[in-house]
């Protein structure tokens, strides 16, 4: 039976008593490499002061992983340098955010072929690849130089953005060509795939099927959205625990009969937080009779500190919700209420079940999890209401929320407005056809569908040798 090896960054399985900080993503990846008997391998999240390409095996959560340790000036040119100065902001239509440095390719590529150079030996012939996110694009072309035949696959969690856009990044004919070494390339939304396909087809002239195939550079692979789900199940059972009933009732209590709106983010300019707080600031300009009557929770988790762009948000972020709060509080109300520090899993759930409006905002969003375990959250008799970004990954199949344009104060305000008046009835109609998009379209079967597609995809060297005789 063909194993499965799953290649990402960092490697977080759950750990045996950790289950409560693990993400819904790792649990989902931890299940199917335990099924398959498979193997995790990705970066330590270690520097060491000289590469050495060895390996440290464990197991965790009953899931074998296998952990590689960089160098610090990897973890500057290949981690915080070309994915997270340059990929990141570019595939988030921010090319004003972007650093484009050589030394950063250099990084890039040199992390790539050391992960692929210490994988090589660990692949047996018949398992399956699969490679995760941005990090990695280039994986598959350094495991084909160095002969590997077998499938392997790659997903994109965030945004492949339009070509124009990707035209700004030198080399990027380069990076879309690596693709080509992939039986399968995933993507979160149809969008993605309409995006990337219009950059095959207008700039490197290949061609596109109806099928899903695209031809390009001698090769043919196929292109799939696989939108990915939270693990709905579990968050059912996480939202009954002893912590997230707790964190629900301590919620209510502190809100003392006003309403809640929420936000829950890692702190990041992609996920539209001044966007949020401006249009907030504008909704207690508009509507001072809802003064006392309401307040805003957003949890901004701290991310990628040492990125400039990162401190820079973190000051501005800072300085507006002073200026907020300053505005608008009275001795007995503080309208924002802006929180840096993470909760636990099950604590977050309790969080999210006492929020009469979900804002899930961002400026743009492979997917957004956050959107899909607010609605699991949800009382069935009473929930509340979501308000989500038109240009999150998630509004492609999440039509039933307040849909917005997080670029408009006035609009985001309106929304707020419209959800906190929103009558009973709808709620529950809304929330019932979020609540089954949400449970269907889980996170177990975005990774078998996943998986499967990959499993039956035709084995590069045969398609490219099909292609060759055509
Ligand atoms: C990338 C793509 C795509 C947040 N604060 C805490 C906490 N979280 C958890 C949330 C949620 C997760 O982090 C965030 O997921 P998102 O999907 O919103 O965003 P990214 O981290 O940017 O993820 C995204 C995703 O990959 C999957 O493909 O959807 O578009 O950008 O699960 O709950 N968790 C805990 N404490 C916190 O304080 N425990």
Same mark, same amino acid.
């Given at each position: 039976?063909?194993?499965?090896?799953?290649?990402?960054?960092? $490697? #977080?399985?759950?750990?045996?008593?950790?289950?409560?900080?693990?993400?819904?993503?790792?649990?989902?990846?931890?299940?199917?490499?335990?099924? #398959?008997?498979?193997?995790?391998?990705?970066?330590?999240?270690q520097t060491v002061e000289q590469y050495t390409g060895q390996i440290s095996m464990q197991v965790v959560g009953g899931v074998t992983v296998a952990l590689?340790?960089?160098?610090?000036?990897?973890?500057?040119?290949? !981690?915080?340098?070309?994915?997270?100065?340059?990929?990141?902001?570019?595939?988030?239509?921010?090319?004003?955010?972007?650093?484009?440095?050589?030394?950063?390719?250099?990084?890039?590529?040199?992390?790539?072929?050391?992960?692929?150079?210490?994988?090589?030996?660990?692949?047996?012939?018949?398992?399956?690849?699969?490679?995760?996110? !941005?990090?990695?694009?280039?994986?598959?072309?350094?495991?084909?130089?160095?002969?590997?035949?077998?499938?392997?696959?790659?997903?994109?969690?965030?945004?492949?953005?339009?070509?124009?856009?990707?035209?700004?990044?030198?080399?990027?004919?380069?990076?879309?060509?690596?693709?080509?070494?992939?039986?399968?390339?995933?993507?979160?939304? /149809?969008?993605? @795939?309409?995006?990337?396909?219009?950059?095959?087809?207008?700039? $490197?002239?290949?061609?596109?099927?109806?099928?899903?195939?695209?031809?390009?550079?001698?090769?043919?692979?196929?292109?799939?959205?696989?939108?990915?789900?939270?693990?709905?199940?579990?968050?059912?059972?996480?939202?009954?625990?002893?912590?997230?009933?707790?964190?629900?009732?301590?919620?209510?209590?502190?809100?003392?009969?006003?309403?809640?709106?929420?936000?829950?983010?890692?702190?990041?300019?992609?996920? &539209?937080?001044?966007?949020?707080?401006?249009?907030?600031?504008?909704f207690l300009s508009n509507n001072p009779e809802m003064h006392e009557h309401l307040f805003l929770l957003q949890i901004a988790t701290r991310s990628r500190?040492?990125?400039?762009? !990162?401190?820079?948000?973190?000051?501005?972020?800072?300085?507006?919700?002073?200026?907020?709060? &300053?505005?608008?509080?009275? $001795?007995?109300? @503080?309208?924002?209420?802006?929180?840096?520090?993470?909760?636990?899993?099950?604590?977050?759930?309790?969080?999210?079940?006492?929020?009469?409006?979900?804002?899930?905002?961002?400026?743009?969003?492979?997917?957004?999890?956050?959107?899909?375990? !607010?609605?699991?959250?949800?009382?069935?008799? #009473?929930?509340?209401?979501?308000?989500?970004?038109?240009?999150?990954?998630?509004?492609?199949?999440?039509?039933?929320?307040?849909?917005?344009?997080?670029?408009?104060? /006035?609009?985001?305000?309106?929304?707020?407005?419209? &959800?906190?008046?929103?009558?009973?009835?709808?709620?529950?109609?809304?929330?019932?056809?979020?609540?089954?998009?949400?449970?269907?379209?889980? @996170?177990?079967?975005?990774?078998?569908?996943? @998986?499967?597609?990959l499993t039956a995809a035709v084995p590069a060297e045969v398609r490219t040798g099909e292609l060759a005789e055509t």
């Amino acid at each position: 039976m063909s194993r499965l090896i799953v290649v990402s960054n960092r $490697v #977080n399985p759950p750990s045996d008593t950790g289950v409560a900080t693990a993400g819904g993503l790792a649990m989902a990846l931890a299940a199917a490499l335990r099924d #398959n008997k498979g193997l995790w391998f990705g970066w330590s999240g270690q520097t060491v002061e000289q590469y050495t390409g060895q390996i440290s095996m464990q197991v965790v959560g009953g899931v074998t992983v296998a952990l590689l340790d960089l160098e610090a000036q990897d973890q500057n040119e290949y !981690y915080n340098g070309y994915a997270n100065r340059t990929l990141w902001p570019l595939f988030h239509y921010r090319p004003d955010l972007v650093s484009y440095e050589r030394s950063f390719d250099e990084g890039y590529a040199r992390v790539n072929t050391r992960f692929a150079e210490t994988l090589l030996p660990l692949i047996g012939p018949d398992d399956v690849v699969w490679v995760q996110d !941005y990090h990695l694009i280039p994986l598959a072309r350094e495991l084909r130089a160095r002969g590997v035949k077998n499938r392997i696959g790659f997903f994109l969690h965030i945004p492949w953005p339009a070509r124009r856009i990707l035209n700004t990044l030198p080399h990027h004919d380069d990076l879309a060509q690596s693709l080509f070494s992939y039986d399968l390339v995933g993507f979160q939304t /149809e969008d993605d @795939v309409d995006a990337f396909s219009d950059y095959i087809v207008h700039d $490197v002239h290949g061609v596109a099927s109806p099928d899903g195939r695209l031809d390009a550079y001698g090769k043919s692979i196929r292109v799939k959205a696989f939108p990915i789900g939270i693990d709905a199940e579990d968050f059912a059972e996480t939202l009954k625990s002893e912590r997230a009933t707790l964190f629900h009732r301590m919620m209510i209590k502190s809100q003392r009969g006003r309403k809640m709106l929420l936000g829950v983010d890692r702190l990041d300019y992609s996920k &539209g937080l001044e966007e949020r707080f401006n249009a907030f600031d504008t909704f207690l300009s508009n509507n001072p009779e809802m003064h006392e009557h309401l307040f805003l929770l957003q949890i901004a988790t701290r991310s990628r500190d040492e990125v400039d762009a !990162y401190q820079d948000l973190r000051n501005r972020l800072d300085n507006l919700s002073g200026k907020i709060n &300053g505005a608008y509080s009275t $001795v007995d109300w @503080v309208p924002l209420r802006y929180v840096n520090r993470p909760y636990r899993r099950d604590e977050l759930a309790g969080i999210y079940r006492s929020a009469d409006i979900g804002l899930v905002t961002p400026l743009r969003d492979g997917m957004n999890l956050v959107a899909k375990e !607010y609605v699991a959250a949800q009382d069935p008799n #009473n929930p509340g209401v979501l308000v989500l970004s038109q240009f999150a990954g998630a509004a492609e199949h999440m039509k039933e929320a307040l849909i917005v344009n997080p670029l408009s104060r /006035e609009d985001l305000s309106e929304a707020i407005h419209r &959800g906190l008046s929103m009558p009973l009835k709808e709620r529950k109609r809304r929330w019932e056809g979020l609540y089954d998009d949400v449970k269907r379209n889980d @996170v177990t079967r975005w990774r078998d569908a996943y @998986v499967r597609e990959l499993t039956a995809a035709v084995p590069a060297e045969v398609r490219t040798g099909e292609l060759a005789e055509t």
